[in-house]
């Protein structure tokens, strides 16, 4: 959908009429039913704009965990989706794209009321993105084959991939349908069977989309869906019989998980992790304005709540004054909003625990830097609003340096072309990172020095397209989502050699 039509269409509805007509399904799904956890236990998840619970989802544990596991096993080991025809599962998967389509909605709802995002987002980005990403591995399955090697002409080399067998998807509460589906649209496709394990703080929409996959003609135990607390994915990363756990969140998980793989079954791990990533806007940048509302968009979008912000913003001394100007106008497009009015563009943090975390930033930040404005508390009384916040500071400070995952915005200013790179490189993570010139030249050595997975030049996250992976250097992960290079993470290669004479 594009964001025209999305908009429009979200313009025409009364979302809070059809908030209150909402019915809510709490329940895991393993082996082709909803099914309370074992234990019988629920916990709440909140709607961040008014603090109120949704929804009391099964809280799953070791119990349903073991059972999800067998389930995902025993529709691998008898080859249910694996076997299928390549052209049969490219049409399942077709119409499960489709069914999301059909319900982008029903989903777009959930997602806002469950994280605060604003209701259009949801419908043009989470939901419409969800549904392309599903679409875009379907119609790979019957398109990629293997390789015949180049060997003696007594001898046929095959090189082919097939699928690991259980995998198990983590994933964050910022963008909840559209990281769950960069996880199982490609593990689908290679033919495997998924569990996945959305955040407690947004498990609405992968409950939801359980039952559409099954609609769709995805065979039971294909995928299970298992709601619950960290406890519940590091159970997951434990297990001997998950093949590979597909993970994406902090950098502090990732590095248990891939402790418990280690000490486990040896798994294969893929890891999306954090980022602090740099947004370099050099004197000779094209168009200053359209820089800034980029940058604005770069780390306000989504409550900042967002892997790849460009939330340093490095600034070339000659055009800081403009620059600040301009991205003190662009970020009140930013004021925060009801997430279910169709105008707003930022909605509300995600939990009590976020919110408090980001606003703990903005207090160091006042100490240790220049505050430019914003880092408010709004509509305390409703929801957990801040205001998007600006901060001039050096390139060392806390707020500078840690992830914040809020909006928070840290300028930084440089003289040369050696110091932003040394600046924007100085950090432990590598995810993106952008660079604003008007010279070819800067731009393309700029990109190649730039130890990030993903760069941008006049531009910041124009990350829609399915073609190109993304994901982080260093201490951001490791592997790649989206493209055909993510099929990889879910496939071994195999050689089988016959030898002929
Ligand atoms: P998180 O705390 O690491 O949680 C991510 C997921 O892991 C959630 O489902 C969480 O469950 C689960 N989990 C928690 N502890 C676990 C453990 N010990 N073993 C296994 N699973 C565990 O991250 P988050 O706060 O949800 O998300 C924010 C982070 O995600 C940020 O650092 C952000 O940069 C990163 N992120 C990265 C990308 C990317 O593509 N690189 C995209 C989006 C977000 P509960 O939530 O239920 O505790
Ligand atoms: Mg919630």
Redesign the pocket.
């Known amino acids: 959908m594009s964001e025209l039509i999305a908009k429009k269409t979200a313009e025409a509805i009364n979302w809070h009429a059809r908030a209150l007509a909402l019915s809510v399904e709490g329940r895991a799904f393993i082996g082709g039913e909803y099914c309370s956890s074992a234990s019988g236990q629920t916990f709440a998840t909140i709607n961040p704009a008014t603090r109120q619970a949704l929804a009391e989802v099964a809280d799953c544990g070791e119990l349903d965990v073991n059972r999800a596991v067998m389930a995902a096993r025993a529709a691998f080991d008898d080859g249910r989706w694996a076997d299928l025809a390549p052209v049969v599962r490219k049409t399942i998967m077709l119409r499960f794209a489709a069914l999301i389509r059909e319900h982008s909605e029903e989903l777009a709802l959930l997602e806002t009321l469950d994280t605060g995002k604003p209701i259009s987002d949801s419908l043009a980005v989470d939901i419409a993105g969800s549904a392309y990403c599903i679409q875009w591995y379907a119609e790979v399955i019957d398109k990629v084959g293997g390789e015949v090697a180049p060997l003696a002409s007594n001898l046929v080399g095959m090189v082919t991939r097939e699928p690991l067998g259980v995998v198990a998807a ?6 909840p349908l559209l ?1 769950a589906s960069w996880k199982i649209a490609p593990a689908l496709a290679a033919g495997n069977s998924v569990i996945l ?5 947004s498990p609405l929409t992968a409950i939801r989309i359980a039952a559409l996959a099954q609609a769709a003609g995805l065979p039971d135990g294909v995928l299970q869906v298992l709601p ?3 406890a519940t ?2 159970m ?2 434990e297990h001997p019989d998950v093949d590979c756990i597909a ?8 590095k ?2 891939m402790q ?1 793989a280690a000490q486990s079954n040896l798994k294969r791990v893929w890891l ?4 602090k990533s740099p947004n370099i806007i050099l004197a000779d940048c094209p168009d200053i304005a359209g820089a800034a509302s980029a940058a604005a968009g770069g780390v306000f979008y989504n409550q900042g709540e ?3 912000a460009g939330s340093r913003v490095l600034v070339q001394r000659e055009i800081y004054p403009q620059f600040i100007a301009a991205l003190q106008a662009a970020a009140m497009a930013y004021t925060p909003g009801d997430p279910l009015d169709p105008a707003t563009r930022m909605g509300a943090i995600v939990d009590q625990i976020q919110y408090d975390k980001v606003l703990a930033y903005i207090a160091a930040g006042k100490v240790e830097a220049e505050h430019l404005g914003g880092g408010d508390v709004v509509m305390g009384e409703t929801g957990l609003f801040i205001t998007p916040a600006i901060f001039n500071t050096a390139a060392n400070t806390t707020i500078a340096r840690e ?1 914040i ?1 809020g909006p928070v915005c840290s300028v930084i200013v440089f003289d040369t072309f050696d110091e932003a790179i040394q600046i924007a490189n100085n950090s432990e993570y590598g ?1 993106a990172a952008a660079v604003w010139t008007s010279n070819l030249t800067t731009a393309h050595t700029m990109a190649k020095k730039l130890r990030a997975g993903t760069v941008w030049i006049n531009c910041y996250d124009e990350g829609g397209d399915m073609n190109l992976p ?3 250097y260093k201490q ?2 490791n592997g790649r ?1 989206k493209s055909l290079h993510a099929l990889e993470k879910y496939t071994e290669l195999k050689s089988t050699l016959i030898k002929l004479s």
């Not at 394990?197 to 703080?201: A, G």
């Open positions: 983590v994933v964050p509460w910022n963008f990281m394990k959305p955040s407690e703080k619950g607390a960290g994915g590091r997951l990363a993970f994406t969140g902090s950098t502090a998980v990732g248990c998980i418990a999306e992790l954090g980022g967002m892997c790849s992830e995952f995810l993304f994901g982080g951001s992960g989502d």
